[in-house]
């Protein structure tokens, strides 16, 4: 790959200290582009008169303020156009010591594909808003890349490869104003673009005010992240969408290093550290949660018997990120298998011996996941996990990259037709055990549901697990998994129905009577900790 | 073989009001035109199916829900099987 850079320069009414940056640039050999983003007077006669094209230095001029991302975009044409490879973006403003020009080059030369950025070494003349904008962001490009590779992302001193940009810009949008510089980044990590970091030093010069404006800017910029952390959560749940093909399997390759780190933090800090770092995410999560947060409400409410305070609530989210982190810790190893112990010794050894196939019914309610991760490989060989949505495969996908015996058959249930039951039934015939969620939305269809006592008060339960039990005519059993107070996990698994009779006619009846049983039971194991239910949902529909 | 299958659909989902002659061999079974069948009477038919033909299914793909959208294609679908006929 061939390495032929230019220097882009965009400024908006700067001009003061824009003679030695062009100075400096020209000292490394760089052709410029001085990108004059509709600057208003003396600015703009004091930017044209650099303009010295035999020189190396053209100014091109933007009748109206583009934005500073406008400006570079605008760089980035002129560079391809004039056969560039690569874009050396350097702020107009002076604040960044060019010192570390030629180490930036070398850098970008050795590595050409990457992209090649500054890192601020800050020194005591940052004004305040910039440094809560900092910090905002950094633990955002933290969440949207699982990655910690990118230490800074709004560092306007960087090398661009011009061929991956060119084609990003081709066909996504790119943030306009001053969340240009994390936007783009991102969305290159996204792309593959390796980010390479060289510290630079930073100073605010005092006469020479920058165009960061404190809530406004702030502001963008926190609209740029929920952007960016949407369209990742919907490229990641929908599997791979339009435009970027790739983007599925980059996707989940960051979110295996996020694994990684959360695994890696986990024996390093241990789960109170873990807890800790993981704190400010989840705090976001809370805030932004609405749904969530008023379901955490509302169950919390009836389980506790009292008006549930904030605390509680961001409690019952903290657990949630915490079984999270247990399931990883569980897959990765870290935790041993004596860590969960069995409460129903006798049943277990029991339903384990029996060869016949069955439904293990299990809930939202403490880490299900974690009991699967620490049982015995040959028990684990005979699950498979019946699962609604595209959400639970990609998650499954996720986990045998990470440990290839963690894979698990999963069967999508949300539109089940003749062809699924007869899987379902072949399952059941080689002695599977089929696992279902007995608290969720209704598996076979949204009508599929039966009101029943849940504490307190009616809540629709699914049909779908006796409707299923009935018709595979096979036993149903319970599976439970709770974090115990002294630490450790308690599994439980118990038999429920030794086989489900629906005669047509009471059908109706029948199940009622196993889904009120079932709520009964769940009920009981939700009061004695009701911090561990991770069933964020409308259960009494007290939303509507 | 499709006036056979409108049989099995009849009495394995006790339809009692129809007949076969009610049953057209192209018309949906499921969802909300045709026959009008629900989830559950998916799941009823599919182990009817797989008692009286022997069906077997290794994996759900487009193609094999697009096989049991009417009686036609089930008919298809059970004459392609290695051993149709001569289930259990």
Same mark, same amino acid.
């Given at each position: 790959?061939?390495?032929?850079?230019?220097?882009?320069?965009?400024?908006?009414?700067?001009?003061?200290?824009?003679?030695?940056?062009?100075?400096?640039?020209?000292?490394?050999?760089?052709?410029?582009?001085?990108?004059?983003?509709?600057?208003?007077?003396?600015?703009?006669?004091?930017?044209?008169?650099?303009?010295?094209?035999?020189?190396?230095?053209?100014?091109?001029?933007?009748?109206?303020?583009?934005?500073?991302?406008?400006?570079?975009?605008?760089?980035?044409?002129?560079?391809?156009?004039?056969?560039?490879?690569?874009?050396?973006?350097?702020?107009?403003?002076?604040?960044?010591?060019?010192?570390?020009?030629?180490?930036?080059?070398?850098?970008?030369?050795?590595?050409?594909?990457?992209?090649?950025?500054?890192?601020?070494?800050?020194?005591?003349?940052?004004? %305040?808003?910039?440094?809560?904008?900092? %910090?905002?962001?950094?633990?955002?490009?933290?969440?949207?890349?699982?990655?910690?590779?990118?230490?800074?992302?709004?560092?306007?001193?960087?090398?661009?490869?011009?061929?991956?940009?060119?084609?990003?810009?081709?066909?996504?949008?790119?943030?306009?104003?001053?969340?240009?510089?994390?936007?783009?980044?991102?969305?290159?990590?996204?792309?593959?673009?390796?980010?390479?970091?060289?510290?630079?030093?930073?100073?605010?010069?005092?006469?020479?005010?920058?165009?960061?404006?404190?809530?406004?800017?702030? %502001?963008?910029?926190?609209?740029?992240?929920?952007?960016?952390?949407?369209?990742?959560?919907?490229?990641?749940?929908?599997?791979?969408?339009?435009?970027?093909?790739?983007?599925?399997?980059?996707?989940?390759?960051?979110?295996?290093?996020?694994?990684?780190?959360?695994?890696?933090?986990?024996?390093?800090?241990?789960?109170?550290?873990?807890?800790?770092?993981?704190?400010?995410?989840?705090?976001?999560?809370?805030?932004?949660?609405?749904?969530?947060?008023?379901?955490?409400?509302?169950?919390?409410?009836?389980?506790?018997?009292?008006?549930?305070?904030?605390?509680?609530?961001?409690?019952?989210?903290?657990?949630?990120?915490?079984?999270?982190?247990?399931?990883?810790?569980?897959?990765?190893?870290?935790?041993?298998?004596?860590?969960?112990?069995?409460?129903?010794?006798?049943?277990?050894?029991?339903?384990?011996?029996?060869?016949?196939?069955?439904?293990?019914?299990?809930?939202?309610?403490?880490?299900? !996941?974690?009991?699967?991760?620490?049982?015995?490989?040959?028990?684990?060989?005979?699950?498979?996990?019946?699962?609604?949505?595209?959400?639970?495969?990609?998650?499954?996908?996720?986990?045998?990259?990470?440990?290839?015996?963690?894979?698990?058959?999963?069967?999508?249930?949300?539109?089940?037709?003749?062809?699924?039951?007869?899987?379902?039934?072949?399952?059941? !015939?080689?002695?599977?055990?089929?696992?279902?969620?007995?608290?969720?939305?209704?598996?076979?269809?949204?009508?599929?549901?039966?009101?029943?006592?849940?504490?307190?008060?009616?809540?629709?339960?699914?049909?779908?697990?006796?409707?299923?039990?009935?018709?595979?005519?096979?036993?149903?059993?319970?599976?439970?998994?709770?974090?115990?107070?002294?630490?450790?996990?308690?599994?439980?698994?118990?038999?429920?129905?030794?086989?489900?009779?629906?005669?047509?006619?009471?059908?109706?009846?029948?199940?009622?009577?196993?889904?009120?049983?079932?709520?009964?039971?769940?009920?009981?194991?939700?009061?004695?900790?009701?911090?561990?239910?991770?069933?964020?949902?409308?259960?009494?529909?007290?939303?509507? | 073989?499709?006036?056979?299958?409108?049989?099995?659909?009849?009495?394995?989902?006790?339809?009692?009001?129809?007949?076969?002659?009610?049953?057209?061999?192209?018309?949906?079974?499921?969802?909300?035109?045709?026959?009008?069948?629900?989830?559950?009477?998916?799941?009823?038919?599919?182990?009817?199916?797989?008692?009286?033909?022997?069906?077997?299914?290794?994996?759900?793909?487009?193609?094999?829900?697009?096989?049991?959208?009417?009686?036609?294609?089930?008919?298809?679908?059970?004459?392609?099987?290695?051993?149709?006929?001569?289930?259990?």
């Amino acid at each position: 790959m061939t390495f032929n850079p230019c220097a882009v320069i965009p400024s908006h009414d700067h001009w003061t200290a824009l003679p030695g940056v062009v100075a400096a640039a020209r000292g490394q050999g760089l052709a410029v582009f001085i990108i004059d983003d509709g600057s208003g007077e003396p600015a703009a006669a004091a930017i044209a008169s650099l303009h010295r094209p035999a020189a190396g230095v053209t100014v091109v001029r933007l009748p109206d303020n583009r934005g500073k991302g406008g400006a570079v975009c605008e760089g980035f044409r002129l560079a391809a156009e004039a056969g560039f490879t690569h874009v050396v973006q350097i702020d107009a403003d002076g604040q960044h010591d060019l010192d570390a020009l030629p180490e930036l080059l070398a850098q970008a030369r050795a590595r050409p594909k990457a992209l090649v950025s500054g890192e601020p070494v800050y020194d005591a003349t940052m004004p %305040w808003g910039r440094r809560i904008g900092r %910090w905002i962001t950094h633990l955002w490009v933290f969440v949207e890349t699982l990655s910690f590779s990118i230490t800074d992302s709004m560092c306007g001193l960087r090398v661009y490869p011009l061929a991956a940009v060119t084609e990003l810009l081709a066909g996504e949008g790119v943030g306009a104003g001053m969340d240009f510089d994390t936007d783009i980044m991102v969305r290159l990590f996204w792309r593959k673009v390796e980010p390479v970091m060289v510290p630079v030093r930073v100073t605010y010069p005092p006469g020479n005010s920058s165009n960061f404006h404190m809530v406004r800017d702030n %502001w963008k910029i926190t609209r740029m992240h929920t952007r960016l952390v949407l369209t990742m959560l919907v490229r990641r749940l929908t599997g791979a969408t339009a435009p970027p093909r790739h983007w599925a399997g980059l996707a989940e390759r960051g979110a295996l290093w996020g694994l990684r780190f959360v695994v890696a933090a986990h024996r390093l800090l241990g789960r109170r550290g873990c807890m800790a770092v993981m704190a400010p995410i989840v705090l976001y999560f809370y805030l932004t949660g609405a749904e969530q947060r008023r379901a955490s409400q509302r169950f919390l409410g009836r389980a506790l018997g009292r008006q549930p305070g904030r605390l509680d609530g961001l409690r019952h989210f903290m657990d949630f990120a915490g079984r999270a982190l247990d399931a990883f810790a569980a897959w990765s190893g870290t935790l041993p298998p004596v860590a969960v112990t069995c409460d129903t010794p006798d049943a277990f050894a029991r339903i384990a011996a029996d060869r016949r196939g069955a439904l293990l019914v299990v809930s939202h309610l403490g880490n299900v !996941e974690l009991s699967r991760a620490l049982m015995a490989p040959a028990l684990r060989q005979r699950l498979t996990l019946l699962a609604h949505t595209r959400h639970a495969e990609n998650y499954g996908r996720l986990l045998r990259e990470f440990r290839p015996e963690a894979a698990a058959r999963v069967i999508q249930v949300t539109d089940i037709g003749p062809a699924t039951a007869i899987t379902l039934q072949e399952a059941i !015939e080689r002695g599977e055990w089929l696992s279902i969620a007995g608290d969720r939305v209704p598996v076979l269809s949204k009508d599929r549901v039966v009101p029943v006592p849940f504490l307190g008060k009616s809540a629709e339960f699914s049909e779908g697990p006796w409707l299923l039990a009935g018709l595979l005519g096979c036993p149903v059993h319970l599976l439970f998994c709770r974090r115990c107070d002294e630490g450790g996990w308690a599994v439980s698994l118990e038999p429920f129905a030794e086989r489900v009779e629906l005669p047509r006619g009471r059908r109706v009846e029948a199940i009622a009577e196993l889904a009120a049983r079932y709520a009964r039971r769940l009920e009981a194991e939700c009061r004695r900790d009701p911090f561990q239910w991770y069933n964020f949902f409308d259960f009494w529909r007290e939303g509507a | 073989m499709e006036a056979e299958l409108k049989r099995l659909i009849i009495s394995a989902l006790k339809l009692e009001d129809l007949s076969p002659e009610d049953i057209a061999s192209d018309e949906a079974l499921f969802g909300e035109s045709g026959l009008g069948l629900d989830s559950i009477d998916a799941l009823e038919l599919g182990v009817a199916l797989r008692k009286t033909y022997g069906l077997k299914v290794e994996t759900v793909t487009d193609e094999v829900r697009a096989s049991f959208a009417t009686v036609a294609s089930l008919a298809r679908f059970i004459a392609a099987q290695p051993e149709s006929g001569d289930g259990p």
